[in-house]
């Protein structure tokens, strides 16, 4: 597998993975069809491939069922990553609640909220503890990934304690830059963010035609 | 002129006992036992040298302290020795050090570790800096 793989071609490994689970696994899809599926082109849907080695058959295709073998095996979920949860508020419950996560892999083992009528309870069935068990219950737990959905003042502190912990991916939810070494994968959702880059959008082409 | 020392920890101990072996060496010591006395009297006292640790207030706070100091222009370029015990109290495997931006710190200490070996690491980064 080459190094240095734009960050961009993972994003579209997961969207073609998203449209194969969609078909049939004994069927034959073409470049072009996979490109259809994200709005893209065939000739950028090959180069993402050739990124990890040879696949398919050329002016066939690919087989569906071994292409979404080799393209989870690609973005590691092919295994079960475990996830810590800072945050149990509105929106920590939300992701605790949602079952997708599971769907693909992703297991929220245990969260954290310095909330005391949570802490030593079970939300959604994942334990609460407080944020000064972070580097403990990681351990315990073998703990990949963390998820950080707190106030953005508790932000810079939890991610700390994650990376501290040995977390070295984390996707953080609260409206706040933070700051993590470069050995880090951080990711950032910002709501607010993106909604102010809507509201710009709408406000510089409301007077254009459609 | 003696240099200064100023050390950060809310481990009056540690304080203490580092005070004694830099003072019998020729320096001059200035203690702190949280990180905003620490930040105040970084700022006040100008000292040639920083010894801060990690877990105070919160387990976190000495790297807030070192991301502040190095926020301001008059400390930007202090060496600052991180001196901590979070891995032994809170058993942690994974090891960590200095980070441009994330640990702006010169020297990371793991403690316990003996007096003399934080005098060494202070005599070798002053004399890097002259």
């Given amino acids: ?210 | 002129m003696a240099h200064k020392i100023l050390i950060v920890d809310d481990d009056r101990d540690f304080v203490e006992i580092s005070r004694a072996t830099l003072e019998s060496k020729g320096y001059q010591v200035v203690p702190a036992y949280d990180g905003k006395e620490g930040l105040e009297k970084a700022l006040k006292e100008h000292p040639d040298l920083i010894v801060l640790d990690v877990m105070m207030a919160t387990q976190t706070e000495g790297l807030e302290v070192a991301r502040q100091m190095r926020e301001n222009q008059s400390l930007k370029k202090t060496p600052i020795v991180m001196v901590t015990a979070i891995r032994k109290r809170m058993d942690i495997s994974s090891k960590i050090g200095p980070d441009k931006n994330w640990l702006p710190v010169t020297e990371f200490i793991e403690k316990p570790f003996p007096p003399r070996k934080l005098l060494k690491k202070i005599d070798q980064l002053l004399s890097r800096k002259k």
């Fill in chain 1, 1 to 210: 597998m080459r190094e240095n793989i734009p960050e961009n071609a993972a994003v579209r490994l997961s969207l073609y993975l998203r449209h194969l689970r969609k078909m049939k696994k004994d069927k034959v899809v073409s470049s072009e069809e996979l490109a259809e599926s994200i709005r893209t082109s065939g000739a950028r849907v090959r180069k993402d491939l050739s990124f990890f080695g040879q696949f398919g058959t050329t002016g066939k295709g690919y087989v569906v069922g071994e292409l979404e073998k080799t393209i989870s095996k690609i973005l590691g979920l092919d295994q079960v990553w475990m996830i810590a949860l800072v945050g149990t508020g509105k929106l920590g419950m939300a992701l605790l609640e949602y079952s997708g996560f599971q769907e693909s892999g992703f297991h929220i083992r245990i969260a954290f909220d310095v909330d005391q009528s949570k802490i030593g309870k079970k939300l959604a069935g994942v334990p609460v503890y407080h944020p000064y068990q972070i580097p403990k219950k990681i351990r315990q737990q073998k703990i990949n990934m963390g998820v950080i959905a707190v106030p953005s003042e508790a932000a810079q502190e939890s991610v700390d304690l994650l990376i501290i912990s040995g977390i070295r991916a984390i996707l953080n939810f609260a409206p706040a830059t933070l700051i993590v070494p470069s050995y880090v994968k951080l990711m950032q959702v910002d709501l607010t963010s993106q909604l102010e880059i809507m509201a710009y959008f709408l406000s510089h082409t409301r007077e254009e035609k459609i």
